[in-house]
């Protein structure tokens, strides 16, 4: 499974931002894909993620910012970023697993695809 993102950039705080993941590849069952996000000096966490069903998680400090959909045909999610903050500042990463409960844990999950620098300024 190959993961292509693309999307991050420089923006001023309470700007938008938006980032494309598409997954390719054969002979692979994914349940789940979403982004995760590395600031220097902390640990790789869960953003938000989407499961086969629908169904989307997102960490409590995005939660009514951020937006996460996708297009299964296309294999590809999407993270509409908006009223971004100087600490969302960080690289953002696109993941995929074939097991939903895996999302949590970023050393669960099975694909990873190049990350893309965000950068808020204030």
């Known amino acids: 499974v190959q993961l292509q993102a693309s999307g991050g950039g420089l923006v001023q705080a309470g700007g938008s931002l938006r980032l494309s993941c598409t997954a390719s590849?054969?002979?692979?069952?994914?349940?789940?894909m979403g982004w995760y996000r590395q600031a220097p000096g902390k640990q790789r966490e869960e953003v938000a993620t989407?499961?086969?069903?629908?169904?989307?998680d997102y960490v409590d400090s995005v939660k009514g910012r951020f937006t996460i959909s996708r297009d299964v045909a296309k294999k590809t999610v999407y993270l509409q970023m908006n009223s971004l903050k100087p600490e969302d500042t960080a690289v953002y990463y696109c993941?995929?697993?074939?097991?939903?409960?895996?999302?949590?844990?970023?050393?669960?999950?099975?694909?990873w695809g190049k990350g893309t620098q965000v950068t808020v300024s204030s």
């Open positions: 590849g054969s002979g692979f069952t994914i349940n789940v």
């Open positions: 993941a995929a697993d074939r097991y939903y409960a895996n999302r949590g844990d970023p050393k669960a999950m099975d694909y």
């Open positions: 989407i499961g086969y069903g629908g169904r989307p």
